[in-house]
Nanobody, 126 residues
Framework: QVQLVESGGGLVQAGGSLRLSCAAS????????VGWFRQAPGKEREFVAATSRSGSRTYYPDSVKGRFTISRDNAKHTVYLQMNSLKPEDTAVYYCAAKWATIETIFNKEYEYVSWGQGTQVTVSS
């Protein structure tokens, strides 16, 4: 399994942008599908974005579609989440997660992922 470490969170004003990074250990990172999830205080963890193991496929929920972009650099063992036009309701702890995949599958369910990072806080002020 891979070990994941998120970074890039912080405080930003509404309308601003942040780029989160998810750095992975292990030499087989290119065989893992990766997803981003977030959890706001008092709420359940929710899906934010997912990418297939090569990055050829991506998927977003309507709540972030057009504002968030997931990408990956397998040579650097890193997945990114570019977040634009941030809203106060985007405030949450953001987690990346990984799942070994044999084909270009994307996963959007929390229970499908095996490895998780520790999370990074994103706070959007109004």
């Amino acid at each position: 399994q891979v070990q994941l470490v998120e970074s890039g969170g912080g405080l930003v004003q509404a309308g601003g942008s942040l780029r989160l990074s998810c750095a992975a250990s292990g030499r087989t990172f290119s065989t893992y599908a990766v997803g981003w999830f977030r959890q706001a205080p008092g709420k359940e963890r929710e899906f934010v974005a997912a990418t297939s193991r090569s990055g050829s496929r991506t998927y977003y929920p309507d709540s972030v579609k057009g504002r968030f972009t997931i990408s990956r650099d397998n040579a650097k063992h890193t997945v990114y989440l570019q977040m634009n036009s941030l809203k106060p309701e985007d405030t949450a702890v953001y987690y990346c997660a990984a799942k070994w995949a044999t084909i270009e599958t994307i996963f959007n369910k929390e229970y499908e992922y095996v490895s998780w990072g520790q999370g990074t806080q994103v706070t959007v002020s109004s």
